[in-house]
Nanobody
Framework: QMQMAESGGGSVQAGGSLRLSCDAS????????VGWFRQVPGKEREGVGM???????FYAASVEGRFTVSQTDDKNMVFLQMNSLVPEDTAMYYC?????????????????????WGQGTQVTVSS
């Protein structure tokens, strides 16, 4: 089954950092971009950061300057480095891929076309 595997979540205090990992090695379809998303109970899943296979990355305004998306040279692993965390960053974080269609705009208006959703990894930021 083509599914991403997220890891690296945990509990940190405000101002701290975490690095999330997304294992895309089992996704064998052509990938145009990999997106990081987050969701809190009762709210819609929202886009956080996205990276094209070329390496160019884009971010939601709420995380711009604090979060960085990167990938390994073989593109099997995608990372979300989160710095200066605030309690509002508390959420379940997911990664997903888009194989067809445009990855723009970011964040996306909806999740259509994003596949390979994993189980997510929980990030909790305390004040």
């Amino acid at each position: 089954q083509m599914q991403m595997a997220e890891s690296g979540g945990g509990s940190v205090q405000a101002g701290g950092s975490l690095r999330l990992s997304c294992d895309a090695s089992k996704y064998y379809e052509n990938i145009q971009c990999v997106g990081w998303f987050r969701q809190v109970p009762g709210k819609e899943r929202e886009g956080v950061g996205m990276i094209y296979r070329s390496g160019r990355a884009f971010y939601a305004a709420s995380v711009e300057g604090r979060f960085t998306v990167s990938q390994t040279d073989d593109k099997n692993m995608v990372f979300l480095q989160m710095n200066s965390l605030v309690p509002e960053d508390t959420a379940m974080y997911y990664c997903a891929v888009k194989s067809a269609g445009s990855c723009w705009p970011w964040p996306p208006r909806d999740l259509t076309g994003y596949n390979g959703w994993g189980q997510g990894t929980q990030v909790t930021v305390s004040s």
